[in-house]
């Protein structure tokens, strides 16, 4: 056993003064206010390590020029199969940042130029190959609004207008739903004639709610689109990004259905006509709903390593600094399904968990160390 001593331990479910958390290999043993087996490591503040559940890091590489970028690829509108862990670079500057900042772990999907981009990955930020980051399948990413309608001069057919591309996920998804009700109705014999190609199995994964599908979207009203295909298909769905969102209504709408939102980034410069209601203070509509969310960093849109930085704004708007922790450890753990293994440290869980030389809301503080299921990834020389 092993033990880490901190005045103030923030647990992601909630705060524990002057104690220890105690290491059991790479899981956490407990809390305790006795030192059990060897001390470690001291510091003022231990969190758990953060969770960006919506990144492009190691497809989109620090240093590298815009086009060796993996996020999107151009060869057609929908690309069920493509696996954003197969374009994941662990040399990328930015994954030893974030490591170094408290990200361990990130959520990983293809960019939001196709309407089905492919799948999403949960990876460890800090393992030495792709293979050994990979810790979890997250769902399959889609896209509604501008960005699908953007993308003309891509190979494929392309939609121009966000009718057009709703047209073409409902044909994509109906020529699915219709061929397996054939299957359903057919003898047994007639069912060996009728062959799922692995595009459509994951389709109907999707279709049958087994895979979420986490949409790209910023606006009330595409927002309100995609409220309609699940009304139409009852697909399981996430929302990412909504920042374009200046109204309490449809975040209630979002609650009322029990859909989440991962939400953000929240210090992205405002680009593109869709975001043209972007403001922090539009986090209060976030708030005053009860819609359950988590925030993200888009990561390069924001670095990964601001991913705390972003919190500010939720201090500002009236969350605790508690809060503020849950919804970069707890909420985002909970959202990916991965709570039964990250995201606080409760008994049983990775002892992944960062030491902090102060406030970790002061700007003057940082990571003293980082610990990852029970490794120290980083101390501060």
């Known amino acids: 056993m092993r033990c880490v001593k901190a005045e103030l331990i923030y647990t992601g479910t909630g705060l524990v003064k002057d104690a220890f958390v105690i290491l059991n290999d790479a899981k956490v043993a407990g809390i305790s206010s006795e030192m059990q087996g060897e001390l470690i490591n001291e510091c003022k503040v231990i969190t758990p390590t953060f969770i960006d559940p919506h990144s492009h890091i190691g497809m989109i590489r620090a240093g590298e020029p815009a086009a060796e970028s993996e996020s999107n690829d151009k060869q057609d509108t929908f690309l069920v199969l493509a696996d954003a862990l197969d374009s994941l670079q662990m040399d990328d500057q930015s994954l030893k940042d974030a490591v170094e900042a408290g990200v361990l772990y990130s959520c990983i999907l ?19 190959d792709s293979s050994r980051a990979f810790i979890a399948d997250a769902g399959i990413k889609a896209a509604f609004g501008y960005n699908p309608m953007s993308t003309t001069s891509w190979s494929g057919s392309r939609p121009t207008t966000r009718m057009g591309a709703l047209a073409m996920l409902r044909k994509k998804l109906d020529e699915v739903v219709r061929k397996e009700k054939r299957y359903r109705d057919a003898d047994e014999e007639k069912r060996k004639e009728i062959d799922f190609s692995a595009e459509e199995e994951v389709l109907l994964q999707v279709l049958r709610g087994e895979t979420i599908l986490r949409v790209h979207v910023h606006k009330i009203d595409d927002i309100a689109t995609l409220l309609r295909l699940v009304d139409e298909f009852s697909v399981r769905v996430s929302v990412e990004h909504a920042m374009d969102v200046n ?135």
């Open 110 to 128: 293809p960019g939001s130029g196709n309407i089905i981009g492919g799948k999403s990955a949960v990876i460890r930020n800090y393992a030495r």
């Open 247 to 381: 109204k309490t209504h449809i975040f209630q709408e979002l609650s009322r259905r029990g859909i989440s939102v991962i939400y953000g980034p929240v210090d992205a410069f405002a680009y593109k006509v869709e975001l043209k209601h972007e403001h922090w203070r539009n986090i209060k509509h976030l708030l005053e709903s009860g819609v359950e969310f988590a925030l993200m960093s888009d990561h390069p849109v924001t670095p990964a390593r601001q991913l705390l930085l972003q919190t500010r704004w939720f201090l500002r708007s009236g969350c605790t600094k508690e809060e503020a922790i849950e919804m970069i450890t707890r909420r985002p753990a909970k959202l990916l399904g991965l709570d039964d293994r990250m995201g606080t440290l409760e008994q049983g869980r990775w002892a992944s968990f960062v030491c902090w030389n102060g406030d970790p809301f002061d700007l003057a503080s940082y990571p003293a160390a980082v610990f990852g299921e029970g490794e120290m990834l980083f101390q501060e020389d």
